[in-house]
């Protein structure tokens, strides 16, 4: 483990110095786009007005025979727009693959300072992390980039979740985290074919009543991995997501998983069709009634201390706390939606 003093120099000669406080920044959907397809890029203009991320998508999903346009089609992508408020990632093959290398070196000095976070998939601890950092800030120098490129890990393999902390804690790059069901399931040997949400058969069921009737409850597969992920991002600083729900036609059960995730401390999720960008923004932008509510506990709270009692709730500096979750986050929603900044009164 690096030392503290160290952590926070660059890992190259010229390379950008990393950032001690992380950018705030609005995500609540990673939109994933197929650079590899031109009708899908000719949409990018349109899109980064309306998504938070655009992510060209490298990784799984891209046919083994069409990687090279995907590398060719997301630089060409990141070249012809302007990004703005708008964030610009991509999802790197994995690093055992025979793309990954090709990616970035080929990315980063075509891109530059433009490319604000690279996903890297499969991650299983901090040796991967590491391995990035040092290559990224390799190619930060050589570039002449200005701001360091951030890392975002997927947990999608069973040592990945059980080396989470320490992938947290790998490098001041680290942005944050997405948990990847469908490898996950595979990995962990789970019996399942769905690309995230729940599974009927996963289920408790109650007691029986007189008559002999039961009830099976239908669980949640992923709460102990979101979980996990929500304490080992929060603890050091960076952000939770909750990864790909692969059923485009079942828009109330995406919108539950989402809004789980939400509940758990997640700020954003993948949106993989364009149905699912509206979802994710109704789900991860905080509901209006609750805004009220949080503004005026911290009006009647100013420093945060004592208690208060509101429309007969008891409320003191935990609920403050909590409050200032929400209104943080309302007034960060508010800088980039106008039509919820005049809903929201900020």
């Avoid at 089609?73 to 055992?96: H, K, P, S, Y």
Wanted: charged share 25%.
């Amino acid at each position: 483990m690096k030392t503290p003093s160290a952590f926070y120099k660059p890992l190259a000669i010229g390379a950008p110095l990393p950032f001690r406080e992380r950018p705030v920044t609005l995500e609540r959907m990673i939109h994933f786009v197929p650079p590899h397809v031109e009708k899908m890029r000719a949409k990018v203009p349109d899109l980064i007005s309306k998504v938070d991320v655009v992510l060209g998508n490298l990784e799984d999903a891209i046919p083994a025979d069409a990687k090279t346009d995907a590398r060719r089609g997301f630089i060409q992508m990141a070249q012809d727009n302007e990004f703005g408020a708008t964030g610009l990632w991509t999802r790197v093959n994995c690093l055992n693959s025979p793309w990954f290398l090709d990616d970035l070196m080929e990315i980063v000095p075509a891109v530059g300072d433009k490319l604000d976070v690279v996903m890297l998939p499969k991650v299983e601890g901090a040796w991967d992390i590491h391995y990035l950092d040092q290559l990224l800030a390799q190619l930060e120098a050589k570039a002449g980039l200005t701001k360091p490129i951030m890392i975002h890990a997927i947990l999608e393999t069973a040592e990945g979740v059980k080396n989470v902390e320490e992938i947290a804690a790998a490098s001041p790059r680290m942005h944050g985290m997405s948990l990847g069901p469908a490898d996950l399931a595979a990995s962990r040997g789970m019996k399942t074919t769905r690309v995230g949400g729940g599974h009927p058969d996963y289920a408790v069921l109650s007691d029986g009543a007189q008559d002999g009737a039961r009830t099976a409850y239908q669980q949640d597969l992923w709460h102990y991995t979101v979980g996990k992920m929500v304490d080992a991002c929060l603890s050091y600083g960076l952000k939770p997501f909750y990864g790909p729900f692969g059923d485009f036609s079942d828009m109330a059960a995406c919108e539950s998983q989402f809004r789980n995730a939400f509940l758990m401390g997640c700020l954003g999720a993948w949106s993989l069709h364009p149905t699912q960008i509206d979802i994710a923004k109704k789900v991860f932008s905080p509901d209006p009634q609750e805004v009220a509510f949080a503004k005026r506990i911290l009006e009647a709270m100013p420093d945060g201390t004592g208690a208060v009692m509101i429309d007969g709730k008891m409320q003191d500096d935990a609920t403050w706390k909590q409050a200032k979750v929400i209104v943080d986050l309302a007034k960060l929603v508010a800088s980039k939606d106008r039509e919820l900044a005049a809903v929201y009164g900020l």
